[in-house]
């Protein structure tokens, strides 16, 4: 399966900054996904990225709280913009490299926002 | 919103098998049913799939009904290690590659 760098694994932010979660595959991938899990509770999907368009974003996800960047196959940033105490959250990101694969997820971004 | 039933929780004694249970009444024929767990604090590890024939890899087995409506993941031998939130997906169809979590089951192995 495809092997999945994110960074950093964890951070504290002071609330009204942002923070950038980077995402390095080590194969080249159609899609990446990013996720959020809040404390307690199970995955949510916060948006799809195509490498050479824009993020497709979930409902109650949009650009300007949580941009998405993909500048190539192996890469991509999740900012999470003017933070706030909710968002605090382990996030992460997510491939398939192929229709017989599974989905491979990175080890977290656990973010506390004070 | 998830298309998967599963029980809040469980649990198995050491040694012995592990059998978990999902629901996905309305589930499309071209859809694969996935396996996930999540060990306390990681990301969640891919564990089996199936479209409708039982599978079977290292580290699992997977039945799934005739008529697609139910399956069940077998963990044979559970360990300790087992221990995890265990996730029923259904993949969406129309060319969206998303997994949609529902809230799963938490295994507990106990000694």
């Not at chain 1, 964890?10 to 390095?24: A, K, N, P």
């Not at chain 2, 060990?39 to 039982?54: C, E, F």
Request: charged share 15%.
């Amino acid at each position: 399966s495809a092997v999945i760098s994110q960074k950093p694994s964890r951070d504290i932010c002071q609330r009204g900054t942002s923070l950038t979660i980077q995402c390095q595959v080590d194969s080249q991938v159609t899609m990446m996904f990013w996720y959020r899990q809040q404390p307690g509770q199970s995955l949510t999907l916060i948006a799809t990225a195509n490498q050479g368009s824009e993020a497709t974003y979930e409902s109650g996800f949009v650009i300007d709280k949580f941009p998405i960047s993909r500048p190539n196959l192996t890469f991509s940033t999740l900012t999470v913009s003017n933070m706030s105490p909710e968002d605090s959250s382990i996030y992460l990101c997510s491939v398939r490299r192929g229709r017989l694969y599974g989905y491979t997820f990175g080890s977290g971004t656990r973010l506390t926002v004070v | 919103d998830a298309k998967t039933t599963q029980p809040t929780s469980m649990d198995c004694a050491e040694g012995r098998a592990a059998n978990l249970p999902c629901n996905h009444s309305t589930i499309s024929g071209n859809e694969y049913v996935y396996w996930y767990r999540q060990i306390h604090s990681q990301g969640p590890q891919y564990i089996i799939h199936g479209l409708k024939n039982n599978e079977t890899n290292e580290m699992a087995s997977l039945i799934i009904t005739e008529d697609r409506k139910s399956s069940t993941l077998i963990l044979p031998h559970a360990t300790l290690r087992d221990t995890a939130v265990y996730y029923c997906i259904v993949r969406l169809q129309g060319g969206s590659e998303k997994l949609v979590f529902g809230k799963g089951t938490k295994l507990t192995v106990n000694p």
